[in-house]
């Protein structure tokens, strides 16, 4: 890591940083397990006890990616920042939080895009008048993400029309959407890491540069990985059982709670990759983060945790979101595509991003609880 | 026919094939008139028979249409696939089943996007890596779609916040707007036969692959077109006359059999010029048809079928639309409008495309009846 | 002004039509103050009244920005068109008459794009069979719009989930979202006069043709420019003064008025202007006074308003617009948004745009009043 360290500063202030969170995973065990302290402090503290771990997860698969070119680096990238996430959700669906859980997927799609992506867009627009990027990945990544949205929009609108008498029914479309959508990644995976694997090589050239730089510790970096999930692992659980009594001391509903701070925790290792990587004006792996990060939570993770629910949850989750999650991920959805579509950002395009983040961020706090929860 | 057929033995295959299917006409007229089968039988020969007639008037109009280049002989060939659609249509316009009718509608606008052109971009995709196609001629048809979209959502949110207490007042609406989408559809075939003709000859030059190719029997195909007309009145009569006992017996809900079956039947010729021209790398052929094809019925077939409701129906008909069914149409336009963007395809757009397909049928499957019918 | 005209023989014509009407100014005021006329025809004579005033302040504007380039001249132009609505806006705030303010900013925003763009684009396109604009910043206009959507959306849904219960949450939702809405104007006028100005440079070398074209009198501009605001001003408390009772003279809902009528009036001097530079094919000037235009709208004379609301209003204003209102808005955009993409349009494009125009303007119209008024 030293030799990394030398190459590139920025990462390693941000590194060192990041470990010295790591004193906080000790200290959410003793107030969980010996002092049983509050619950709003075991979240806090176990919230920020992720961050430094999801990095270490980010860290590990970002040397066990450096060989395989920029674009598939910034896939397998955004897979084990989501790996942190479906962690987290996965502790909600067993203790049958659903809300939680949906709040976290939504969070995590609009996260992805409005504040990673947008706050790339603006500190690489800071350096750099116009960045660019591989119109062709970023335009299916974003035809894929409105593809979610549609899987997403229609059990809200089947819901809407349906009202409270066909929950059994309900259970089975969202079932069935489920499994068009995994099957929609699986064939994604095959187009970006098969057939048209080109597209997603980006500057793989500019990544590794030259025979200098000796191949990275793998087992290293396995090591590194397995231990910082069970670390993850446990924090999610410290963090679960801890959100609703939180939520309620401070006022906030349950799905604000969901949608910004634990997506935002969730999704810190993405940030400072992508950020980091849009500085370095690699706009390709950047917006892959982003876009990758948010698909696979949308195509894969959702699709998964509802698999899921039918062996750990009390019951099976349903995919009916609420409108405001709808309208949010839509929103995101169509502000991506249009960004997406030209090739090209510009800080500004950041600053629209974040905007939008910061909207919908207010509209989500101000919701009564009853309004939020969908059924 | 024997020298067209030497030269494309794929199309000749499907032809062959096709034509074996017409010995359900008589099928179904014997079934009918001497038999009385149940109507689910009825159905089921009427819509099998449907096929090779609506196939024969496609494959007449082909031959028509070759000397005028690919782009226009696309518009040609979405014109007369859509014919048998329109006829289907008027068959249960004079029946009085609106929801029907407005299914049928709804169900070839998103067949024709995402069935018949996921379809072309996956068989096409499959043999070549990109497909390149006019863009600015797929955009406008992308965009007449949108305008299409809010054409059909106009009414139906006015209906939302109406509610069932102006049904004179949202015909007249529906009426007004019925002749803003015809006038459009006139200007638009203006820009397309003649003062953009350009943007829509395609790759004309390879279709006509020199003077050895004898010029077509018009007559013969003249003759065709009229007979396979009478035919496919003849079997939407059947066909409309069973739905309703069909969808009964089988539980489906009327939406469901417009959308999904009587859509599918009514396009299956545009399905298999769409494919082949797709399989040649003619994906500006295959876009032409599929976007021309739902343009024309949203922009022409709709509203003329509310004109014809002052005469041959009942009552007249509104165009106010399902939510589920607005959602269908937003969600096939919006994404459409991202695929033709870019000017190429990849089997992965096309897969997309079959995705929400998909998704949109499962939703409609399980609307309960009392939901589906908007008022 | 001689030697102007003599340059631009068109635009002096209009100018003349429009100084002929400015006879109706004294009209009004002897109609209102001496004569105590109709309610309904001082309404049509302060609102032909305001078309000259308005076309003056634009005409000063546009020779203050002759030197400063097409693109930042084509926003001074859009920000001193927008400053007769924001008079007229004032006066109907200062009345108590929020669902008047809040039609003529959804009235100003769908003008200008559908019915000032759509004619531009028609006019332009009758001449010159393909037209084309730095699509860049077009593209950046339209994802603006975008965000203006969801700013518009968010409090609407928030409202729809909530109910009439949260009166005070929703104006706090409304001041801070204006906040986030004014803070992003901001930032997009630094990118556009600052960081990216080039962008926005156009084809200044044309507008000003050489060294033989004297510097315009600046100071006989302002001086226009202050005369021709208060006569708005004045004509604004006319015409709100009588908007209400014309509307019920008429049978109009008071939404139709402000998003049709008055709001072309207020835009009368963008018409004008765009439809000739559209007319000389300097499409980046049409496309920035009417995309410029709407953004200004939404994102500076909306959170303005709400502002201004605390200080000159009965009560605060909220930025909850009525569902046909935001539809409006959200077809609009989208539908901009896609012909901004490829940098270029056709007659049948602005075709295209009327046609939404008159499919809302019809929906306003037949909307009744309680349906039509959000809350």
């Known amino acids: 890591?030293?030799?990394?360290?030398?190459?590139?500063?920025?990462?390693?202030?941000i590194a060192r940083l990041l470990?010295?969170?790591?004193?906080?995973?000790?200290?959410?065990?003793?107030?969980?397990?010996?002092?049983?302290?509050?619950?709003?402090?075991?979240?806090?503290?176990?919230c920020v006890a992720v961050i430094p771990l999801a990095g270490m997860m980010g860290h590990a698969t970002e040397e066990i990616a450096e060989r395989v070119g920029e674009g598939l680096g910034g896939l397998l990238n955004a897979t084990f920042?989501?790996?942190?996430?479906?962690?987290?959700?996965?502790?909600?669906?067993?203790a049958g939080l659903f809300d939680l859980v949906k709040a976290s997927i939504t969070?995590?799609?609009?996260?992805?895009?409005?504040?990673?992506?947008?706050?790339?867009?603006?500190?690489?627009?800071?350096?750099?008048?116009?960045?660019?990027?591989?119109?062709?990945?970023?335009?299916l990544g974003s035809t894929?993400?409105?593809?979610?949205?549609?899987?997403?929009l229609v059990p809200a609108v089947f819901h809407f029309l349906v009202g409270d008498t066909a929950a059994a029914q309900e259970r089975t479309l969202s079932l069935e959407i489920s499994i068009v959508l995994m099957a929609t990644y699986v064939a994604s995976l095959f187009f970006t890491l098969r057939t048209h694997r080109h597209l997603y090589m980006g500057d793989a050239g500019?990544?590794?540069?030259g025979g200098a730089h000796p191949p990275a510790p793998v087992k290293r970096a396995v090591a590194m990985l397995v231990l910082a999930t069970i670390g993850v692992a446990l924090m999610a659980e410290f963090l679960v059982g801890a959100a609703e009594a939180t939520a309620a001391t401070l006022g906030w509903n349950e799905v604000f709670v969901g949608v910004i701070v634990v997506a935002i925790i969730g999704n810190a290792a993405e940030?400072?990759?992508?950020?980091?990587?849009?500085?370095?004006?690699?706009?390709?792996?950047?917006?892959?983060?982003?876009v990758g990060s948010s698909i696979q939570i949308a195509l894969f993770v959702a699709p998964l945790l509802v698999f899921l629910s039918y062996w750990i949850a009390p019951a099976p989750m349903d995919l009916i979101f609420t409108p405001m999650e709808v309208l949010a991920v839509s929103a995101c959805a169509g502000i991506m595509a249009f960004c997406a579509n030209d090739g090209e950002t510009h800080w500004m395009e950041g600053i629209q991003?974040?905007?939008?983040?910061?909207?919908?961020?207010?509209?989500?706090?101000?919701?009564?609880?009853?309004?939020?929860?969908?059924?």
């Not at 920042?81 to 067993?94: D, H, K, S, Y």
């Not at 895009?113 to 119109?135: C, E, K, M, Y």
Request: aromatic share 8%; glycine share 6%; charged share 10%.
């Open 1 to 13: 890591m030293a030799t990394t360290a030398a190459e590139k500063p920025s990462g390693f202030t």
């Open 19 to 46: 470990n010295a969170l790591l004193v906080f995973v000790p200290v959410a065990m003793l107030m969980e397990w010996v002092l049983h302290s509050p619950p709003i402090w075991i979240f806090v503290v176990s």
């Open 81 to 94: 920042g989501n790996a942190a996430e479906l962690i987290i959700a996965v502790a909600a669906l067993r």
């Open 107 to 139: 969070g995590s799609i609009i996260g992805n895009i409005l504040l990673v992506f947008g706050l790339s867009a603006v500190v690489g627009g800071a350096r750099f008048r116009t960045q660019r990027f591989n119109a062709t990945a970023a335009s």
């Open 144 to 152: 894929l993400l409105v593809l979610s949205v549609v899987g997403l």
């Open 206 to 209: 500019e990544t590794a540069p």
């Open 271 to 290: 940030h400072s990759t992508a950020i980091l990587m849009a500085a370095k004006n690699k706009m390709d792996a950047a917006i892959n983060i982003a």
């Open 353 to 375: 991003l974040l905007a939008v983040y910061v909207i919908l961020g207010i509209a989500f706090y101000f919701l009564p609880a009853s309004a939020v929860v969908g059924h």
